[in-house]
């Protein structure tokens, strides 16, 4: 995550889960003109996108439990408050907690969600490393 505690509501960070993650980051680096680092996190390869000093996105290899036909694909995070206390009325609202919520090391706590007419989205309380 970068640049500061983002308010409530908002979008603050894309995640690229890649199934081949060389390709991805050779084609955005030459595309857009992105710099790729390491992030240095414990226990898996996490690729940052940056753009001169500020990080703008993510990548990691796509688990190998996600099945073969879901696409690489970009996930939106946005910023709350409190993402357990959301989590838990995503299915009153007519959603679909899909995952977590789960905390990520140094970083937050996030859920992935899907809205009733099938959006996917991630939201995340950050809680250091920004």
């Known amino acids: 995550m970068s640049n500061g505690k983002p308010p409530h509501g908002t979008f603050c960070w894309n995640e690229l889960m890649s199934r081949n993650s060389a390709a991805a980051e050779k084609f955005y680096t030459e595309l857009i003109g992105w710099k790729a680092a390491d992030s240095g996190m414990p226990g ?25 036909e879901v696409p690489s694909h970009w996930m939106s995070y946005i910023a709350v408050d409190d993402v357990d206390a959301l989590a838990k009325k995503v299915g009153d609202l007519g959603g679909v907690l899909m995952h977590g919520p789960q905390d990520v090391p140094s970083v937050g706590r996030f859920c992935i969600i899907q809205d009733p007419s099938g959006g996917v989205v991630s939201l995340i309380t950050l809680t250091g490393g920004e």
């Open 44 to 68: 898996m390869k996490y690729t940052l996108f940056k753009t001169a000093d500020n990080d703008v996105g993510g990548m990691m290899d796509m688990p190998k439990e996600i099945p073969e």
